[in-house]
Every structure is written in C-alpha cells, then in structure tokens.
C-alpha cells in the first residue's frame, strides 16, 4: 500500500500530522449556539492522498428532527499551512474558503463569512478530540459558536 505523502503528484504539499491523525470516524456530544448536539465525523484522504475530508453529522438532543450535516475540505499548503473549504446542510450560498495552520496537538481553520470569521480549533489527544468554533469579529473578538468533545470509534462498513 502507498503512503498518502507517496501518492500525491509531485510538488503537492503534504498533509500536515494533526489533519492526517483525524482519519478515522469519531462520536461525541458538543453544543452549538448553547443546542445539545450528538455529532459524528467520518475521515478520510482523497484525491491521491493529497487531500483530506471530514464528514460531519448532527442532531440535537432535545429534536431528532434538527440535524444538520457539513463537508470540509483540507489540504496542505506551502509554507506550512493548510487551506480549506466549508460545505453544509445550509446548501450553497453558506459554503466558505478557509486558511489554517497546524498548532500543537492539531491544527486551527479560519472561514470568512463577511462581518465574522468562523475560527475552527482542532486538537486530538489520544483517542479524543476537541473541536472548538468561535465568532470572531473584525477586531479580534470572539464569542463561543460550537463545542464537541468526541471520542475515536471504529467505522462502520
């Protein structure tokens, strides 16, 4: 088998460590807008291994019917950083571009949305993960938007 760092086309940049170590499927429980959630992600590289994408899906606690669903896209970028791409449930006038870079345990994602920029922290340590989204405004303010604590779990086939 072919490493993904093998198989992307030559001077593709590699995946940073802290998005390749989501691969995986993870479940947990976070809080959006102060809404109980359940989530689940599924992990993967894409397109030779020069790319990677996590499938996120949840549901609130208290309405079954409230689910929502997004689709990110990572790839490793020269100078050390990682550019994105937001896709959800909200259909296509919500998708955004992100920018990142890897921090220590993980890796943080910015997406800009006009007046806010959506700030996604990502950190694994062991079989955890912690991802943190906050509202940040033009001048550097942030307010809480999403919290998930989630723990690594075998995939479905």
């Known amino acids: 088998m072919t490493s993904a760092a093998q198989a992307a086309e030559p001077g593709a940049a590699p995946l940073p ?6 691969a995986g499927c993870w479940t947990g429980k976070g809080e959006v807008m102060g809404k109980a959630v359940s989530i689940a992600l599924t992990a993967r590289p894409v ?8 499938d996120a899906d949840s549901t609130a606690l208290a309405d079954p019917a409230d689910r929502y669903a997004a689709h990110l896209t990572f790839g490793g970028a020269k100078a050390d950083t990682i550019t994105g791409y937001w896709a959800d449930s909200f259909g296509g ?3 955004a571009t992100g920018h990142g870079s890897p921090r220590p345990g993980g890796f943080d ?5 006009g007046a806010d920029a959506f700030v996604n922290r990502w950190r694994i340590e062991g079989e955890r993960l912690h991802w943190q989204i906050v509202a940040q405004s033009k001048d550097g303010a942030e307010k809480p938007f999403a919290n998930y ?5 075998a995939c479905a086939r």
């Not at 397109?47 to 996590?54: C, E, H, K, M, S």
């Open 109 to 113: 994602m910015t997406y800009d949305y």
């Open 17 to 22: 460590a802290g998005v390749s170590a989501l």
């Open 47 to 54: 397109a030779l291994g020069a790319l990677f994408t996590v």
């Open 149 to 153: 604590a989630l723990q690594r779990t």
């Open 93 to 95: 006038d919500y998708t």
